[in-house]
Each structure stands twice: as C-alpha cells, then as structure tokens.
C-alpha cells in the first residue's frame, strides 16, 4: 500500500555493480570502499530495477518492484509505472581497457525483434567524470565506410579505423543514439544516462576470454542490420550554461527519451520538481543536505536520488561546493527550450541540443 502524497520525499537507491573484464580494480574516490578488487568492476547501476531504496518509505525494497505501483505524485502525471518498466538508467563506467565495438538498435527494431529482452531500444549520453591524458571514445562511422566496408573491417580485425575518434575531457559530455556504431576508450570514468536497455550488439571484443578461455558473443548481423550508415548523428556536445541563484546550469542534451542538465553550486540552492516528471540527481561531488518541507537528508558523491514529481520546492544546502548531472524523462521540451531561451540562447543553439 502506498502512503498518500504526505509521504512524498525524496529517496536515495543503492548502486548495484557488475564485473566486466575491461573493468577497474579500484573505484575510488566515488567509492572509496570498492578498492583493491579481486576482480575488475566495469559498471555500478545507480538506478536499476534491482537497486534497493536506502531511504524513505521503500527503503529495503527493489526499484523494479516498487515502480509499478507507484501513483502519478511518484511518476508524473506524463508517465505511468503500471507497466512495471521503469524507463531511465543512470550508471558509472569504470573503463580501464577498451570496451568492445558496438551498437545498440532504436526502439522500432526492438519492438520488433526483442521482446524477450525488453523490447526497448538504447540511445544514451555519457559524462566525463575523469579522464587520462589522451583518453578517447569512438562513436560514429567514417562518412565512407559502408556496409560491405565495414563487415571486412571486423573480419580483419580492423573496426576500429571505421569509427570516429573523439578526445574527451572531465566535464564533457557525448551524446549516442541509437543506431551508432561505439566504443569507450581506456582511462575513462563516465556517467551515463540512457533508455533503460540492456540491449548491445557486439562487432568485435578484442579477442579477449574470460577466465575459462571464453570469447564473449558477438551479434554481426544484427549489428549490420541496426548501425547507421552515412550522415552520423549525435557526437560530442556544445552545451549551453546559464546562471540563475547561485547555481550555474549546464544543458547538455534533450530527447524524446531524457534529458540532462548538470548543476554546480557552492551556496544554497532553490529548485522545484514538475508534476509532469520524477527527478533523479546523481551527485558526483560535495557534501551536503537536500531540504523539503522541513526535512532534510544528507547527500555526497556516488549517489544517486529519486525525486517524487509532486514534491514540488526543495533546497540544495552544500556543505562544500557540489555538481550533480539531473536527468528526467519523459521530456516537455519547452520546458528545456523555454529556460534557454529566456536567457538569450539562439534558435541554432536549441536546435543543437533539442534532439527529435
């Protein structure tokens, strides 16, 4: 049974992490706890169906489970969570080697061909966090390559000079639609925001093998049938940044699936959710305490909180100075157009981040 909207507070989940072979053995500073692995950690889920609530009236509970009985004052009156399928994954990349080429279909061909998998596409953002020096991702083909140019290149090994390489810096962002052919380079912590898919078709993993000897599957043909081929969309973001009391905003990218903002501040902040949509603020660093209705609770980095659509105002009050990435779906786009238009942002630079 779910408390009425006297109930409504913010909720923080607990991450849930996952091996990966091109992983990183030490998390720190984001958690500081994960050091020394005997294993190579490549992912934390901050907002998985399987992340519990560490707070709040579901604390104990799985996201998964709590999410489709959730009334509009939870969800927003633009979605439901009847269907169970909560639509927004936010998760921490710990690259330490290269990730495999890839690509993962859009929404219309997982309707159709994975409905065993959950029938949803995957079109993603990733934030820098951290970077090394001349640390890269790969996102989007050559404008020459084709089809048959590019299945000689994974035949021969060669995949990688199909795709376009980008240098990526803490605090830039890249944005992936669905359909573009990938990679993630080494040396980089990212935060990314995406469809809630697990959907990845592999085009070539290095050669490597587990601890047994196995190669992971790849998916050529599906990948073949998915990538889009000629004019690439998406790559790395101009943003556009205003200030408004004594939060300095930065918009990343709008799109019919998310959109994402970050938010810098060293003094207390006022913010106010939208019946429309839930929040979710992953904090990435700084210390302090989220304010409503005469409560408060504490926040720090690597976590990430829900934020019920009808909590309306709340304060951020820092301890130290902080940044957090805000992301909500499904998105008004006038909401993201109006806030930079009204501070003077061209109808070129909207259109540069409003994607369709």
């Not at 720190?28 to 889920?45: I, Q, R, V, Y």
């Not at 936010?90 to 859009?106: C, G, M, T, Y």
């Not at 970077?131 to 060669?158: H, M, Q, W, Y």
């Not at 630079?349 to 369709?356: C, I, S």
């Amino acid at each position: 049974m779910i408390p009425g909207n006297a109930s409504l507070c913010p909720v923080r989940l607990e991450p849930v992490f996952s091996a990966r072979p091109w992983g990183a053995r030490n998390l720190a500073p984001l958690f500081p706890e994960k050091s020394h692995l005997t294993e190579p950690l490549g992912e934390a889920w901050m907002s998985g169906v399987e992340c519990r609530f560490a707070s709040g009236p579901f604390a104990g509970q799985k996201l998964g489970d709590v999410w489709r009985t959730l009334p509009s004052g939870w969800t927003g009156t633009k979605i439901s969570g009847s269907d169970g399928s909560f639509p927004l994954l936010v998760k921490f990349i710990f690259a330490e080697e290269k990730l495999s080429v890839q690509v993962h279909p859009d929404d219309e061909y997982a309707a159709r061909h994975e409905q065993a998998a959950g029938g949803r596409g995957k079109t993603e953002l990733w934030y820098a966090i951290r970077a090394r020096p001349g640390a890269e991702v790969l996102a989007g083909l050559k404008p020459s390559v084709t089809p048959e140019i590019f299945k000689r290149a994974i035949e021969d090994g060669s995949a990688e000079d199909c795709l376009q390489h980008v240098l990526l810096h803490a605090g830039e962002a890249i944005f992936v639609p669905a359909g573009t052919a990938h990679t993630i380079g080494a040396g980089l912590v990212l935060c990314e925001i995406q469809e809630y898919s697990d959907l990845t078709y592999r085009v070539f993993d290095y050669n490597r093998r587990d601890a047994q000897g196995r190669s992971r599957e790849l998916h050529i043909e599906k990948a073949l049938r998915v990538i889009r081929f000629g004019e690439q969309l998406g790559g790395k973001i101009e943003p556009a940044r205003i200030a408004r009391g004594g939060v300095t905003e930065t918009f990343f990218i709008a799109c019919r699936f998310f959109a994402v903002e970050r938010w810098e501040f060293v003094e207390k902040v006022a913010a106010a959710t939208t019946p429309e949509h839930f929040d979710l603020l992953t904090f990435l660093e700084g210390r302090g305490a989220i304010l409503w209705g005469g409560e408060s609770l504490e926040y720090r980095p690597a976590q990430t909180w829900l934020l019920p659509a009808a909590l309306g105002a709340y304060h951020l009050a820092p301890g130290a100075r902080t940044s957090l990435l805000r992301a909500y779906v499904p998105v008004p786009f006038d909401e993201f157009a109006r806030k930079l238009a009204a501070q003077g942002v061209s109808e070129s630079g909207l259109a540069r981040l409003v994607y369709p």
